[in-house]
C-alpha cells in the first residue's frame, strides 16, 4: 500500500494513506468524505498544533469565504467518523486539535 500517516490516540487508531485517499480507524477501512478525509490529513500533520477555524477553511477550501458553522459541522463528521466525539478536541479561541 501507499505511504502511510499513522497516529494512536487513547480514543482512536488512524491510519490515513493521503496517496490513494483511505483511511483506516481502528483497524477497519472505511470510505470517508473527500473534505473529512482533508480535515483528518489536516490535523494528523499537525497533532501539536490547535487550529482554528479560518486555518482550516483556508487549508480545506483556498480562496472562498467559508462560515465558521460549516467547519464546526465538518469536526463533528469528521469525529463522528471516528467513533468517538473527543477525538478531536475543541480548544477554547484556539481552535481544533487532534487528542493525544
Known amino acids: 500500500m501507499a505511504s502511510m ?33 482533508d480535515l483528518l490529513l489536516l490535523l494528523v500533520t499537525r497533532p501539536e498544533q490547535s487550529l482554528s477555524a479560518e486555518q482550516i477553511s483556508e487549508a480545506l477550501y483556498p480562496g472562498r469565504p ?16 471516528l467513533g468517538n466525539l473527543r477525538a478531536i478536541e475543541s480548544k477554547f479561541d484556539l481552535g481544533y486539535q487532534i487528542r493525544a
Open 5 to 37: 500517516l499513522s497516529i494512536k490516540t487513547q480514543f482512536v487508531s488512524l491510519r490515513l494513506y493521503p496517496s490513494v485517499r483511505q483511511v483506516s480507524i481502528n483497524g477497519r477501512m472505511r470510505k470517508l468524505s473527500p473534505k473529512v478525509f
Open 66 to 81: 467559508i462560515h465558521r458553522s460549516r467547519i464546526g459541522v465538518l469536526v463533528y463528521r469528521a469525529r463522528r467518523e
